[in-house]
């Protein structure tokens, strides 16, 4: 997990996002020239999925390639919240709220340079806030079964999420809507592999 505090972005608050269109791609379609698309920017990608789904590793590698700043939302968690899931307990949707706001705080920081944001977003609605920020958000839900990932997890170490909390994670899951700009990436493969796959999709997001 990297510090998102050190990335360094220069970009202003708010920059040029109250001019865009909703753009209602739906997962897996391919966009156009959208409404309101600014020629040369770069994309405003969440990367999404449960614990354990790659969302770090991932965002991780795809925020370099695409030449942007790069924030994982793990490390905004309020202090009681890591406490929580560290002891097992999963959060609830009050738990999620000022932490969701904080990161929404961070995309609207980031609409002018394009950004990548590693954040679990499992609900619509935890969606939904995060869109506040910007209309032209682009969610890449990495996604793969329960059984791939729990064996993924039960290899990490150093990771105060325990593995035990999986279920919960997969219970909580609301899929990407078809209204919802984004795409999913099947997390089947290498690390290099699902990167590939990402970067690939995160063409099809909204400029
Ligand atoms: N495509 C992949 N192939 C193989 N291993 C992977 C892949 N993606 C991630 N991993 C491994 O799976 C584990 C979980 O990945 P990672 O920590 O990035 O997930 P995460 O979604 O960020 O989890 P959390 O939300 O709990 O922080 C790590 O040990 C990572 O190295
Ligand atoms: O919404 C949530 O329940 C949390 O964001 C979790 O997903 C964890 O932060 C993350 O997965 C831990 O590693």
């Given at each position: 997990m990297r510090d998102p505090r050190a990335e360094g972005s220069g970009a202003e608050p708010g920059?040029?996002?109250?001019?865009e269109s909703g753009?209602?791609?739906?997962?897996?379609a391919a966009t156009g020239a959208e409404p309101g698309a600014v020629a040369g920017r770069k994309p405003l990608v969440v990367v999404m999925?449960?614990?354990?789904?790659?969302k770090s590793t991932v965002g991780a590698r795809l925020a370099p390639r695409l030449g942007v700043p790069f924030a994982d939302a793990d490390s905004y968690h309020p202090r009681a919240n890591i406490e929580k899931m560290s002891a097992g307990i999963p959060l609830t949707d009050e738990d999620r709220a000022p932490w969701l706001a904080s990161m929404a705080d961070w995309l609207s920081q980031h609409t002018g340079s394009g950004a990548v944001l590693v954040c679990s977003a499992l609900k619509r609605r935890y969606r939904d806030r995060l869109r506040q920020a910007s209309s032209r958000l682009f969610f890449l839900h990495l996604d793969g079964s329960y059984e791939l990932i729990a064996g993924r997890l039960a290899g990490r170490?150093?990771?105060?999420?325990?593995?035990?909390l999986l279920r919960s994670q997969f219970e909580a899951l609301e899929p990407l809507a078809a209204d919802e700009p984004g795409a999913v990436v099947p997390i089947d493969g290498t690390v290099e592999r699902t990167t590939a796959r990402a970067l690939a999709l995160t063409g099809t997001a909204p400029r």
């Open positions: 920059t040029g996002d109250q001019a753009t209602g791609t739906g997962t897996e999925g449960v614990s354990g789904s790659g170490e150093g990771h105060f999420m325990p593995a035990g």
